[in-house]
Each structure stands twice: as structure tokens, then as C-alpha cells.
């Protein structure tokens, strides 16, 4: 089976539609989501409309990201100010049963030889980010999974652990696939799908084929032109609309 991996949608319907119809068509049959569905766009009750949806038919799982878990709590310290605005504009949007569904999402998801987390496996709750290969070994050694998938870092990337312990990054190239060997432990960043911050505008996902033990990076391009347009008439930072245009 192909498994659909987005992460880091930020209430970006857009490239969450983009992202979804890409998926169907390269076979994939399940969905996993790595957190943030909300947080910076316009679109919170949609987002969490469908990814809810799809969880409830069990063609998809989801794990908790900082900004649902803000959403419904108190958000953080190391949260800028901005966030914080969009926060609490969300909190508004979102109904009652929206708001449980993101306070009911797990921090991790295991299933296999895979883990599943928004941030890190160290600590799922503190939010603490994998930019380099020591973050991403600190993280593969705090689980017994073979493979992680985690998002909250907006670039897509590829780390790999060898038998020695050493671990190395790699930029996947969008459209080529990369087997996983069984040889080596790997953790995988999809990429932001809601707001890249590489300089590429394009939604960004993964696909993981159970089968052959091969992850596959798409970048996708999407109307961001409307999903922009939408955060400057929402009220919300318009910081955040020249992002999604920038890609950063």
C-alpha cells in the first residue's frame, strides 16, 4: 500500500486539495498527517473538516502538532507573537467538535517499523526541532522504530543512521524515489504542505510505498495565489500571505 505523508498544513485548503488529488493519483491509499493542520492560514474549519473526515473512515491517521495543540491549550513560550495572533484567530473559527478532534490527536503514532510525530521522538511535547544530523540522531536512538516521519520543519529532508551509529542528511529530489534500506534506520521530513519555507512555493508531501520500503517527495503547485489572498481579507498577519507567495 502508498502512504500519503503531509505535515505542516496550517489551515491552507488550497494545498491540502492539491496535495490530496496528487496523492489519489499516484495510487496512494492511506493518509498520514504529522500535525499543525491549523496555525497562519484562512482555512481552519475546512482543513480540519477533511482531514477529520478521512480519519473518521479510517483512511487516514493523524498525530498533534504545537499549533493544534495551542489552539486548544495555551500556546507556548517559544511561540512569536504573530503565531500567537493567528492562534487565537483560529480558536475562533473552529467549532466545538473541530477544536476536540485536534485536543483528541495523539503526540505519536506507532504502527509497524514506523513512527509517527510531529517534532521529535525525544520529546514529542516540547517541540523542539530536527534541523541537523546530531537532532536527527538524538531522535532515531529515542525510539525503536526503524523509520520515523516527523514534520514542524518546513524543508524536506532525508536522514539515514549507519550501523556505527553515524548519521548523515540528504535533499531528496522531488519525483525520484529513495529506498530505505533495512540496513540503515531513516528519518523522513515531507516538507511543508500548507507553508514551504525553501523558497519553492509548491506544497510539499511524501508518498511511502509499504511494499518496496521506498519514499518518493513531490512538490505540488497549487492556487497559492487565492490562499494568500484569503489570509490579507481574513485580517490575519499579511506576513503570512507573503510567505505562502515566496515560498519562505
Same mark, same amino acid.
Given at each position: 500500500?502508498?502512504?500519503?505523508?503531509?505535515?505542516?498544513?496550517?489551515?491552507?485548503?488550497?494545498?491540502?486539495?492539491?496535495?490530496?488529488? #496528487? /496523492?489519489?493519483? %499516484?495510487?496512494?491509499? !492511506?493518509?498520514?498527517?504529522?500535525? @499543525?493542520?491549523?496555525?497562519?492560514?484562512?482555512?481552519?474549519?475546512?482543513?480540519?473538516?477533511?482531514?477529520?473526515?478521512?480519519?473518521?473512515?479510517? +483512511?487516514?491517521? &493523524?498525530?498533534?502538532?504545537?499549533?493544534?495543540?495551542?489552539?486548544?491549550?495555551?500556546?507556548?513560550? !517559544?511561540? #512569536?507573537?504573530?503565531?500567537?495572533?493567528? =492562534?487565537?484567530?483560529?480558536?475562533?473559527?473552529?467549532? &466545538?467538535?473541530?477544536?476536540?478532534?485536534?485536543?483528541?490527536?495523539?503526540?505519536?503514532?506507532?504502527?509497524? @517499523?514506523?513512527?509517527?510525530? #510531529?517534532? %521529535?521522538?525525544?520529546?514529542?511535547?516540547?517541540?523542539?526541532?530536527?534541523?541537523?544530523?546530531?537532532?536527527?540522531?538524538?531522535?532515531?536512538? /529515542?525510539?525503536?522504530?526503524?523509520?520515523?516521519?516527523?514534520?514542524?520543519?518546513?524543508?524536506?529532508?532525508?536522514? #539515514?543512521?549507519?550501523? @556505527?551509529?553515524?548519521?548523515?542528511?540528504?535533499?531528496?529530489?522531488?519525483?525520484?524515489?529513495?529506498?530505505?534500506?533495512?540496513?540503515?534506520?531513516?528519518? &523522513?521530513?515531507?516538507?511543508?504542505?500548507?507553508?514551504?519555507?525553501?523558497?519553492?512555493?509548491?506544497?510539499?508531501?511524501?508518498?511511502?510505498?509499504?511494499?518496496?520500503?521506498? /519514499?518518493?517527495?513531490?512538490?505540488? +503547485?497549487? @492556487?497559492?495565489?487565492?490562499?494568500?489572498?484569503? =489570509?490579507?481579507?481574513?485580517?490575519?498577519?499579511? =506576513?503570512?500571505? /507573503?510567505?505562502?507567495?515566496?515560498?519562505?
Amino acid at each position: 500500500m502508498r502512504i500519503a505523508l503531509l505535515t505542516d498544513l496550517h489551515a491552507n485548503q488550497e494545498a491540502l486539495s492539491a496535495c490530496l488529488e #496528487h /496523492a489519489r493519483g %499516484n495510487d496512494a491509499r !492511506q493518509f498520514v498527517f504529522l500535525g @499543525d493542520l491549523v496555525g497562519y492560514g484562512a482555512d481552519p474549519a475546512p482543513v480540519v473538516d477533511t482531514v477529520m473526515a478521512l480519519v473518521e473512515r479510517g +483512511a487516514a491517521v &493523524a498525530v498533534m502538532g504545537n499549533h493544534d495543540a495551542a489552539v486548544t491549550g495555551v500556546p507556548g513560550p !517559544q511561540m #512569536h507573537p504573530q503565531a500567537r495572533l493567528a =492562534i487565537e484567530w483560529t480558536r475562533e473559527r473552529l467549532s &466545538a467538535g473541530q477544536r476536540e478532534f485536534l485536543r483528541s490527536l495523539p503526540l505519536t503514532v506507532e504502527t509497524e @517499523d514506523r513512527l509517527y510525530v #510531529h517534532a %521529535n521522538a525525544w520529546s514529542p511535547a516540547e517541540w523542539e526541532y530536527i534541523t541537523t544530523p546530531f537532532d536527527a540522531g538524538r531522535s532515531m536512538r /529515542a525510539t525503536s522504530r526503524r523509520l520515523t516521519f516527523c514534520g514542524h520543519v518546513h524543508e524536506p529532508t532525508l536522514f #539515514h543512521m549507519a550501523a @556505527d551509529g553515524r548519521v548523515a542528511a540528504f535533499l531528496p529530489v522531488p519525483g525520484t524515489g529513495i529506498p530505505l534500506s533495512p540496513r540503515r534506520r531513516w528519518l &523522513a521530513i515531507p516538507g511543508a504542505a500548507g507553508q514551504p519555507r525553501d523558497g519553492n512555493p509548491a506544497a510539499s508531501y511524501a508518498l511511502f510505498d509499504e511494499a518496496t520500503s521506498v /519514499a518518493t517527495w513531490f512538490r505540488v +503547485a497549487y @492556487d497559492h495565489v487565492t490562499a494568500a489572498k484569503k =489570509i490579507r481579507g481574513s485580517g490575519l498577519p499579511p =506576513i503570512f500571505a /507573503a510567505r505562502l507567495e515566496a515560498g519562505l
